[in-house]
């Protein structure tokens, strides 16, 4: 799948990974931010999932896009890859002014989702200027690459993670999300080893990255975002033999991000807003 | 309580921090290199304990140098403060090659230890040679300051870490240990935001530091070292308000070495060693 890119005359929309805890997000700014690109009360929002049942996180956010005055909410349910090729699903993304993907077991975003019409739809539509937020592993799955398993631990070995295709939105980003609590640090320098032209991204909970079209990114919400930018890693050791043993990682840059504060993903420079 | 020097003529000894976990490391090769260092079987090896009774760990200690032939082993308790200043104490840390310090709830090594004669004494003895190896947080106390309690996560917060004073055998110097597993990028950051002329040293389980007279580090154990570097840190704020909020840092560098690598503290650069 290629990157989006803006259609001619045209300029991609927002990609809006968000950490995940749907319980204290409905309490921050990061729907009211994303609402608001959408078009405010006239937006139609689209909240999208990947498993057969809806979940009830679906009605969490629903509630809470409802709060914000949004009357036009769709809930797609995406359960398997027929429904990601019915035509009336297709219509509905067609008429959204914003896609918001829900979290699931990894495993359902490839399986169901990868690659269909609903995928290409996505695409295109973002590509048009449509803004598509996701939280949890549905951060995760924005990229070309997703984190689909991996351990705890702040040290990187070969064994930590798993990688699978993502759906493309964005190409050389890392996501890894509920980041804070869940010490994975090691995971994401270790996707970044098998990735070293990607940026790392860790996104706490109820905290959100806003990518404009211009590729800078914006933090909102009330945890941090963890910046690794491998691009000056000097050496790395994987022992094929050895999947399990710690693996060396000289000279990777880290910045710590918090509301506000700004990240040219091209550049690779990150600005604090005071 | 100034840093170590050596004293004319002669040459600081090694300072070795060590991540903790005593049952693995009985097989793993951080004892056998401590104790060549020492003089091998030659070796008078002082096991120094901060509680007032001698814990199991100090056993498995002396039994594991035991195992590497190190036949003369005293068992040190400073349990107390009059402890430290006991003539008896004093003249085994003067006769001994080598110090090894056990961990203990961090408040013991301030509230027993601290400012005390075997304190200067385990100061002056490793400036004249003698190496000093510390564990769990022993290790973190061997630095001007240690971390003495924190929290655990990723992202650093005011509140996430409380320093004490440590005992001041190398300056400029974070230790944090039981790293891989319990999650402490977040305060070890925070340590250095207060320290910013320090560099950060993350110790996994069952892994030392071998830091030699020259300030050169090397890895010797199963797990990894993180070493953060924050002296191109650009910004960091902190709210006096706001101690739970999350910190803006830019600019860390970030190196994960494994055994055999190297790291200059003085020039700040890590070495492979294939």
Do not use: W
């Amino acid at each position: 799948m290629t990157r989006a890119k803006a259609s001619t005359g045209g300029t991609r929309g927002f990609i809006v990974p968000i950490g995940g805890d749907d319980r204290r997000i409905r309490k921050a700014a990061i729907l009211r931010r994303f609402a608001q690109l959408c078009g405010g009360s006239r937006a139609h929002i689209g909240i999208v999932s990947t498993v057969s049942e809806m979940p009830d996180a679906a009605y969490r956010y629903e509630r809470a896009f409802r709060d914000l005055r949004i009357d036009r909410i769709s809930l797609l349910r995406f359960g398997s890859r027929a429904d990601c090729e019915s035509e009336r699903n297709l219509a509905v993304l067609d008429a959204v002014d914003g896609i918001f993907l829900l979290g699931a077991d990894t495993s359902h975003f490839s399986d169901t989702l990868g690659n269909t019409s609903a995928a290409q739809k996505i695409h295109s539509r973002n590509a048009q200027g449509i803004h598509v937020a996701a939280t949890s592993t549905g951060a995760a799955f924005l990229p070309e690459q997703m984190i689909a398993a991996g351990q705890s631990g702040t040290t990187p070995r070969a064994d930590i993670v798993e990688l699978a295709p993502g759906l493309g939105l964005i190409g050389e980003l890392i996501i890894d999300q509920h980041y804070r609590h869940q010490d994975r640090l090691g995971r994401l320098l270790m996707a970044l080893t098998y990735n070293p032209r990607a940026i790392g991204i860790g996104l706490d909970e109820d905290t959100a990255a806003f990518i404009g079209p211009d590729h800078r990114l914006q933090v909102v919400g009330s945890g941090g975002i963890t910046i690794v930018d491998p691009s000056q890693l000097q050496h790395s050791a994987i022992h094929p033999d050895r999947r399990h043993a710690p693996v060396s990682m000289i000279g990777l840059h880290l910045d710590i991000l918090v509301e506000g504060d700004l990240y040219d993903l091209a550049a690779h420079r990150a600005t604090i807003n005071r």
